[in-house]
């Protein structure tokens, strides 16, 4: 049974051994899931981009990125940006999630670092969450970057559960100038906080896509997994607990209302 840091840690030190100068993680070819259209309060983003490196649904701003390393490349000195993500609204109003990208360019991409802060708030109370996405990463993987140089670690949130309030967040763990790069679902729940961090177990694997919650298992997230040099994917569906079972035919859903970032995008 693989364990994705288990499984990472390897690859990390061949990753480091061997770092290219671009920026860009190359896309892969994954097999489409199959999804259902959108409800009124199912505001699932099903299009994959090219952009992002691994075809997500849920895309991360692959050229804002880009072009930050580019401008740091032709300044020749690190820059800073910053963008917000959309709002995710729970369905029943109460809850809404976003998150702050903070990206530090640099001339040299394995120098670069991309983290967010997730926040939560509670519309009801005012309380308010702030998650920052370094203090989730594993130390044991912090421990094989120096310096965080090159570390991608970023929560953003995907949606919520069609019951419950949990929020879907999509963990997109790796390091610039590599090939190492995979989601998890990182789940928080009202009352309780951050309840589970999940991916696949079942099998190696070199990458895995976060799709959203199971449509089949709504108390499961579904993911897509792929192994280098094979076409072929694999569906899964993951409970809380990490146990994991083929979900071939399955298809991804996620609930809420998404509205636009509150502040206008810092581009480079």
């Not at 505001?43 to 401008?71: C, K, M, N, R, Y």
């Not at 998650?131 to 670690?153: C, D, K, M, T």
């Not at 929020?167 to 789940?187: E, H, K, N, Y």
């Amino acid at each position: 049974m693989v364990t994705r840091f288990e499984q990472w840690r390897g690859i990390l030190t061949s990753s480091l051994c061997a770092l290219l100068t671009a920026v860009v993680v190359p896309p892969l070819t994954l097999a489409q899931p199959d999804v259902t259209p959108p409800k009124a309060d199912q505001l699932l983003q099903v299009v994959p981009t090219a952009t992002d490196p691994l075809q997500s649904p849920f895309p991360l701003p692959w050229t804002w990125i880009e072009q930050g390393h580019e401008a740091a490349l032709k300044a020749q000195k690190p820059l800073s940006y910053r963008q917000q993500t959309a709002r995710y609204v729970s369905p029943d109003g109460r809850y809404v999630a976003e998150a702050t990208l903070y990206f530090q360019a640099a001339p040299q991409a394995f120098e670069q670092q991309l983290t967010s802060i997730l926040e939560i708030t509670d519309l009801h109370t005012g309380d308010r969450q702030r998650i920052n996405s370094l203090q989730e990463v594993p130390p044991e993987f912090l421990a094989e970057v120096p310096r965080h140089q090159g570390l991608i670690a970023v929560l953003v949130p995907v949606g919520w559960s069609q019951r419950d309030n949990r929020l879907l967040v999509r963990q997109f763990m790796g390091l610039f100038a590599s090939d190492l790069v995979t989601d998890a679902a990182w789940i928080w729940q009202p009352g309780r906080g951050h309840v589970a961090t999940v991916y696949p177990t079942a099998a190696d694997y070199d990458v895995a896509t976060l799709l959203g919650w199971s449509h089949t298992y709504p108390d499961q997230v579904l993911f897509q997994t792929h192994v280098m040099g094979d076409a072929q994917a694999t569906l899964w569906a993951v409970d809380s607990h990490g146990s994991t079972q083929l979900a071939q035919g399955d298809r991804p859903a996620v609930y809420g209302t998404t509205l636009p970032a509150t502040a206008t995008a810092r581009q480079p």
